[in-house]
Every structure is written in structure tokens, then in C-alpha cells.
């Protein structure tokens, strides 16, 4: 059996942490700040983690050492 590459894209958007919780950065920062809200901007600020469910298809869909 061959090795299963890991998905290029999932590599560059998530990270495990040390408990294996899913870490994700949030979306929407990249430009446009002006319309933004100050809340929004302000709570998007730092990474969070992904819920159980979603974490669990990150896993095994596209993190394949995770």
C-alpha cells in the first residue's frame, strides 16, 4: 500500500494542536477592512479551534497523519 498524501490546501489551512484538536485561522481578513465591523475584526483576530464534528472530517478526509 502506498503512502496517503496529505491535501495541499488542508496543510496550509489547519494545524493539530498538542491534544489533537483541530486549530483554524478565521476567514474574511485578507482585505476589505473598511466595510468590516470593529467587533468583527476584533474577534476574528485570533486562531480558535474547529467543533468535534467538523474536526473529525478534517482528520480523516485530508490531514492523513492526524
Known sequence: ??????KSSAKKR??????????MNHAGKRHGMIKRTNKFIR???H?????KPDARIVKRNFLRNG
Open 14 to 23: 489547519f494545524r493539530l494542536t498538542a491534544t489533537g484538536k483541530v486549530r
Open 43 to 45: 474577534n476574528t483576530r
Open 47 to 51: 486562531a480558535s479551534t474547529l467543533s
Open 1 to 6: 500500500m502506498p503512502k496517503l498524501k496529505t
